[in-house]
Nanobody
């Protein structure tokens, strides 16, 4: 059974940085893609960005482009999200996700982590 476990969330002041990690286990095959989503209270879950596991190609939401970076360590089955220049509007629960053929739409995600809270104060 695949499990994704996030860590690294916390509270930080605006302008600060955090790095989230997601360790995967139980894979029988490498997912096509891994992604980070986030959900703030009262809002829909939105995709932060994703990475194609085979070649490391990444894609980001406009709201985080040039501030957030997704990377992976395939040897450790670990996904990272480096978040710089954090803003109060980045406050949300952040979820790690894995997809067999797409990470563009949360409806087609195969596996989700339990989430880690990020809170950015002004």
């Amino acid at each position: 059974q695949v499990q994704l476990v996030e860590s690294g969330g916390g509270s930080v002041q605006a302008g600060g940085s955090l790095r989230l990690s997601c360790v995967g286990s139980g894979y029988t095959y490498r997912p096509y893609c891994m992604a980070w989503f986030r959900q703030a209270p009262g809002k829909e879950r939105e995709r932060v960005g994703w990475i194609k596991t085979s070649d490391g190609t990444t894609s980001y939401a406009d709201s985080v482009k040039d501030r957030f970076t997704i990377s992976q360590d395939n040897a450790k089955n670990t996904l990272y999200l480096q978040m710089n220049s954090l803003k109060p509007e980045d406050t949300a629960m952040y979820y790690c996700a894995a997809g067999s053929f797409t990470c563009a739409d949360p409806r087609f995600i195969n596996y989700w982590g339990q989430g880690t809270q990020v809170t950015v104060s002004s």
